[in-house]
């Protein structure tokens, strides 16, 4: 019989990232180009130096016109190359709000994020009392497997458009659950929730997002129980 066993093959991440830049060319639009179907994922975890079957990085290798032996070889990343996660594209995130005399209640936002080394910047953009408001990150970054920093909502000031959060990654770099805390004006207390996001372009990004509003909706009861303490 057989085997069904695919040969794996350390990958030059950063050469093949950076080839791929210079192409001009998105994750999204490489995959496109190769003559092999595989998932986004494969994709990341080259371009991080990981193992990958050769016969993905040979397609690779032919839809950026180089010849694999190019890609091949020993984990060759730079100390500086940052961390081997990677949260960059479009995410929901699902936590939960209250206003005053109303009781807790989930929310889900679509948010963005962008990535350089460690460095994370993005925003989101959601209706609150009738009015679009965008909240952008500050001070954001990974650290190992945890996302790290905070938002702050445009045009509410540093203290009541504020929110600081710490995270972990995990499920293949597809999702990201911790907690958010943020200072309530309407009620005047620090808040804290549950704050869960689910990458859009997940292979199980249904599932992972019904999971998540499962979770929130506990958190919510959850949350009014701390609002009674």
């Known amino acids: 019989m057989p085997s069904t066993i695919r040969k794996t093959v350390p990958v030059n991440g950063p050469l093949l990232k950076k080839d791929r830049l210079a192409l001009g060319l998105s994750q999204e639009a490489l995959l496109a180009s190769c003559d092999k179907t595989f998932h986004i994922g494969t994709l990341r975890r080259a371009e991080h130096?990981?193992?990958?079957s050769e016969a993905y990085l040979e397609s690779l290798?032919?839809?950026?016109?180089?010849?694999?032996?190019?890609?091949?070889?020993?984990?060759l990343r730079p100390q500086d190359v940052g961390p081997s996660?990677?949260?960059s594209g479009k995410w929901m995130s699902f936590f939960v709000q209250d206003h005053a005399g109303s009781p807790p209640y989930p929310v889900s936002e679509e948010f963005f994020f962008e990535q350089d080394g460690a460095r994370i910047w993005g925003y989101s953009?959601?209706?609150?009392?009738?009015?679009?408001?965008?909240?952008v990150l500050s001070d954001t970054s990974v650290r190992g497997d945890m996302l790290v920093g905070r938002s702050l909502v445009e045009g509410w000031g540093n203290i009541t458009g504020a929110t600081s959060f710490q995270a972990v990654i995990s499920r293949g770099n597809d999702w990201i659950d911790g907690?958010?805390?943020w200072y309530d004006s309407d009620t005047r207390d620090i808040c804290c929730s549950r704050y869960i996001m689910v990458r859009k372009e997940a292979r199980?990004?249904?599932?992972?997002?019904?999971?998540?509003k499962a979770l929130i909706e506990i958190e919510c009861a959850q949350f009014a129980t701390r609002r009674q303490a």
């Open 85 to 87: 996660v990677d949260i």
């Open 61 to 75: 290798s032919r839809a950026l016109g180089q010849d694999v032996v190019r890609y091949q070889g020993a984990d």
């Open 125 to 135: 953009e959601s209706e609150y009392r009738g009015k679009i408001v965008r909240e």
């Open 179 to 181: 907690y958010a805390v």
């Open 49 to 52: 130096g990981k193992n990958i």
């Open 204 to 212: 199980f990004a249904a599932d992972f997002a019904s999971e998540a």
